[in-house]
């Protein structure tokens, strides 16, 4: 039986704000021992391909880094960690694309479909139909998706470079886009899948009014935890002391 | 043949109704012109207010109709404090016939605190998935949806005490969280429509300003959850209906 894949990017880059290893390593070790006690491999891409302007872009070159061993992979970004009792992923879907539906900054959301629509002209992109690209499972019969980005990025490599700094994301809507032209199947994950956004969910609060159980809402209740959608400065942090209150329970 | 109706609970309160509530209802009236649809306005309470919230009180939906010989198709019971957009397309027929709701995520402190109290309070410790909790200010029922409602009736009188006291200790609403746990114990079959139908919270989205984003990307729009409310309701309230209408 074939083995199951998780893999992220962790680079330290110039371009990044904050220095990648501070906070992914919190991400890495709660992956790292999720993954090991269900049996899945886990790789972690920390060489930066020198022809890409950021590091975003990393994530699609996954297909240069294994051969065709894994049915089934799953890309998490280095700002996630993973609940100690997660179920398996990898058992909710086919051949299908998983992923969240992001309805978290619609401002955003609309400026980004927007901008990226140039790459996309023919296709509409719903803005109720939009995912975040930060957690997603998918098969090896998707590499197609993969090799259409990076060429994409290739040939406009100095506009998607400068649309980068616009503020509408850098491959996200991207990659909406090309699922959509290529009429992916897609599968909608629950949110407890992709947790992001949580200061505006207010995730990160506990029942105030009941008890001594001061467990925040988002490690009760959701599965992948997801650090964005708030201000990046406190992302490290915010994870370090998330993974002091709940590391002991990897085993 | 049955018509589609859309209901509001448009009580007075000191003999005079909110004026961003009749705002609202107006949009409404004219989009039910528009579309065939005809509008009914809760104007008096079925029983005392004191004896149950007038909120709770829409769940006497089908004796209302019954009493004043309506014969409808399907329902939207739809919160007063909204405003639906003049193009919103008729809703009615993305139903399949069941009961609808949009999911509501503006803020899961309030949600998932109402469910833990409600959990263990009033069913046993009993849970659902949180992901499908939808927002009670925009449900579209049909007839067989009549042993449910009184199954909410029942519910509220069998729980009043409880209900009461968490009402009043908790500040998490009235009727919404007991409505997604019967729901889902009922074992109703409930569709999710898309935020578009019912844009709850949409600072959080960051879509409510000047440049009047958010009539650009829904239907109908719902003002709750916008901070310093007795202004800020009224104020974008008229403002988007006389931008819209």
Redesign the interface.
């Known amino acids: 039986m074939s083995k199951n894949l998780i893999y992220t990017v962790a680079v330290n880059h110039e371009t990044s704000q904050f220095k990648n290893t501070d906070y992914s390593q919190y991400c890495l070790m709660s992956w790292e021992k999720w993954c090991k006690k269900r049996n899945i491999d886990f790789l972690v891409i920390d060489t930066h391909e020198p022809n890409f302007k950021y590091p975003h872009w990393d994530k699609y070159t996954i297909f240069n880094h294994i051969d065709n061993e894994y049915e089934k992979i799953g890309l998490v970004d280095s700002d996630t960690m993973v609940h100690w009792d997660a179920p398996n992923p990898f058992d909710l879907y086919n051949d299908e694309w998983c992923w969240v539906k992001d309805?978290?900054?619609?401002?955003?959301t609309?400026k980004s479909i927007e901008n990226y629509n140039r790459f996309y002209s023919e296709e509409k992109l719903d803005?109720?139909d939009y995912y975040n690209s930060g957690v997603c499972f998918f098969t090896k019969e998707h590499k197609i998706i993969f090799d259409n980005l990076i060429k994409l990025y290739k040939i406009n490599k100095e506009s998607l470079d400068d649309m980068a700094t616009w503020g509408g994301g850098k491959d996200q809507t991207l990659l909406n886009y090309e699922l959509k032209k290529q009429k992916i199947k897609v599968k909608e994950l629950?949110?407890?899948w992709n947790m992001f956004a949580m200061h505006?969910?207010?995730?990160f609060?506990h029942?105030?009014?009941?008890g001594d159980d001061k467990t925040p809402?988002f490690i009760k209740?959701s599965w992948i935890w997801h650090f964005t959608g708030f201000p990046i400065e406190q992302r490290t942090d915010i994870m370090k002391q998330t993974w002091d209150l709940i590391g002991g329970n990897y085993g | 043949m049955a018509k589609n109706v859309v209901f509001i609970i448009a009580v007075k309160k000191d003999g005079q109704l909110k004026p961003e509530y009749e705002i609202g209802i107006e949009s409404w009236r004219r989009w039910c012109k528009k579309n065939d649809v005809e509008l009914f306005l809760l104007e008096e309470p079925v029983l005392p207010m004191n004896e149950m919230h007038i909120i709770w009180q829409r769940y006497f939906l089908f004796d209302i109709y019954d009493a004043n010989g309506i014969e409808s198709d399907q329902t939207l019971m739809v919160d007063a404090d909204t405003i639906v957009h003049p193009d919103c397309p008729n809703f009615f027929n993305e139903t399949e016939h069941k009961y609808c709701l949009v999911h509501d995520d503006g803020s899961y402190d309030w949600i998932l605190r109402g469910m833990e109290h409600y959990s263990k309070r009033v069913y046993n410790g009993k849970w659902f998935d949180y992901t499908k909790y939808g927002n009670s200010g925009f449900q579209i029922v049909n007839n067989s949806h009549r042993d449910f409602f009184q199954h909410m009736r029942d519910f509220y009188f069998e729980n009043i005490e409880q209900i009461n006291t968490i009402q009043q200790s908790y500040g998490i609403g009235t009727d919404q969280t007991p409505l997604n746990f019967n729901l889902t114990f009922k074992e109703i079959d409930v569709k999710l429509l898309p935020y578009k139908y019912n844009m709850t919270c949409m600072p959080k989205k960051e879509i409510l300003a000047e440049d009047m984003l958010y009539t650009k990307l829904g239907w109908v729009m719902h003002f709750n959850g916008l901070p310093d409310k007795d202004k800020s309701v009224p104020f974008w309230m008229k403002k988007t209906f006389d931008y819209l209408w």
């Open positions: 309805l978290s900054n619609l401002r955003w609309s803005i109720y629950s949110s407890q505006k969910k207010e995730m609060n029942n105030w009014q009941d809402f209740y």
